[in-house]
């Protein structure tokens, strides 16, 4: 991207690959789910004509404040943006290394590839990260004479041949000789050692990218950004950071709620008062005066299957409705596996989130008498034992879960009378449409009782505690 020099007949040609590289970029970016309307993509493209296309930096920061809207979405635009405009092309790379030693793929090559990691990883500079990830992937992700469709570049190869994380343990050591304490060596260790598996992931989308184009990466291999990205899909460091997202989205929500609330304050017409108000000008209705609406908080059950898969769905969905129990009259929440258990208690003002969340986990594996998935059992349980927690015609009731509950016995009757008694009752399965009524799926069975909704990601979460609320 660095400026050359291009004779007059190159300029048009080159100006039209430009344009078609920012049209593919755009298109990339909103199938990844970022929000990139028109006349921002035209935005971007008058600031980059002010500042030139010279630096890949620069050009990535116009871009950036142009087109990404939330935190959440950076680095969904970073991966995009990298297979772009990438840093490389080809086997490049700023590692000191002469061409006989960077071909070497032996015993002796790999001890010494691993020597040179371990240092960077101990002190943890970017740079050298980068550097290292780049000859990895050339060097150990290789892999050539696949079959046609097949990449010739794997991280999981890569990784797999350096064995990176065995080398936590020598980076623990080396920064409690720092004078680091345990838990926060261990922490570093692994955060540092995860962020080198990203960068050699991040080089074999790049090398994939370079052989199938950037369009076939951005459809097939990138994950979607941290908010619209599936719960039961995310890894650990994506959980982490979805439970540092749940609170400004509380907040939000909140926010929007409040706002909401005051704008629709007002109640019908008062039609005396305000045409007794009309006399003093003449019998014109200037001013129309309205009845005070009453005000009306939603009272909540919630009922999470704790299971599998479905754990972190559940616990973040509790999290957030808790994080916003001001928005509700009263909140009650339950966990089961095969089991019924109340968590209401977990769930107090100013609690730390990461102590609820190991509450949470230890309160699951009470609702477990057999480990495997009963909702029949479970909402038999409740009617027998809380069935005066679902108020006449007063509370809402929310069902979490992917309705597979092992070929066991439904009990559509428990569920049937809870939601008759229920004002409003729903059923939020973080499972995609086409996977409901397949295998050991009840989802018509109970939906027929409790409408279902998908609720997969944050934002489709959000959504619907903004509509519940």
């Known amino acids: 991207m660095a400026g050359t020099e291009v004779s007059g007949a190159e300029v048009p040609a080159r100006r039209s690959r430009l344009l078609d590289r920012h049209l593919g970029f ?22 980059l004509g002010r500042v030139g296309w ?24 970073e991966a995009v ?57 050339g060097r150990f992700g290789a892999m050539p004479g696949r079959g ?6 794997s991280a999981y190869t890569a990784l797999r041949r350096i064995t990176a994380q065995e080398l936590t343990d020598k980076i623990v050591e080396a920064l409690l000789a720092e004078g680091r304490a345990d838990d926060e060596a261990a922490r570093v260790a692994d955060r540092r050692v995860a962020r080198f598996g990203r960068l050699v992931e991040d080089d074999a989308r790049r090398r994939i990218a370079e052989e199938k184009g950037a369009e076939h990466v951005a459809d097939v291999a990138l994950r979607p950004s941290i908010d619209r990205l599936d719960f039961g899909s995310a890894r650990a460091g994506e959980i982490e950071e979805m439970r540092r997202l749940l609170y400004p ?15 629709n304050s007002r109640g019908p017409l008062d039609f005396r008062r305000t045409v007794r108000a009309s006399l003093s000008t003449g019998g014109v209705p200037i001013a129309t005066h309205h ?76 609702a477990a008498r057999f480990g495997r998935t009963h909702y029949g059992r479970a909402f038999g349980a409740f009617e027998e034992r809380y069935a005066d927690a679902v108020g006449p015609s007063t509370s809402s009731l929310l ?40 295998g050991d799926s009840a989802a018509s069975e109970y939906g027929a009782v409790v409408p279902m909704v998908e609720c997969r990601n944050l934002t489709q979460l959000g959504e619907f505690v903004h509509d519940l609320a």
């Open 148 to 153: 046609p469709g097949l990449s010739s570049w």
């Open 291 to 366: 009845r005070p609406r009453r005000p009306h908080r939603t009272e909540l059950v919630v009922l999470c299957d704790v299971s599998g898969s479905v754990a972190s769905f559940a616990r973040f969905t509790l999290l957030l409705v808790f994080a916003l129990q001001d928005q509700f009259s009263r909140v009650r929440a339950f966990t089961f596996v095969d089991d019924l258990v109340e968590v209401t208690r977990h769930f107090t003002p100013g609690a730390d989130v990461a102590d609820v969340m190991a509450e949470l986990a230890a309160s699951s594996a009470h």
């Open 249 to 263: 989205l509380s907040r939000r929500l909140a926010s929007r709620l409040a706002r909401e609330r005051r704008d």
């Open 26 to 47: 755009v298109q990339a970016l909103r199938t990844a789910g970022l929000p990139v309307s028109l006349a921002e993509a035209q935005d971007s493209v008058a600031a």
């Open 399 to 438: 069902v979490l879960g992917d309705a597979r509950s092992n070929y066991s016995d439904l009990d559509l009757d428990a569920l049937r009378a809870m939601a008759g008694r229920a004002r409003h009752s729903w059923w939020l399965n973080p499972e995609h449409p086409r996977h409901w009524d397949t």
């Open 54 to 77: 010279g630096e890949r930096g620069v050009v990535r920061d116009v871009y950036a404040a142009t087109l990404v809207k939330r935190q959440a979405q950076r680095p969904t635009f």
């Open 81 to 137: 943006f990298d297979l772009y405009f990438p840093r490389l092309i080809g086997d490049g790379t700023a590692a000191e290394i002469d061409d006989v030693e960077r071909t070497r793929d032996d015993a002796d090559a790999l001890a010494a590839y691993r020597l040179r990691l371990q240092a960077a990883l101990r002190a943890g500079g970017e740079e050298a990260l980068r550097d290292l990830a780049v000859e990895a992937g």
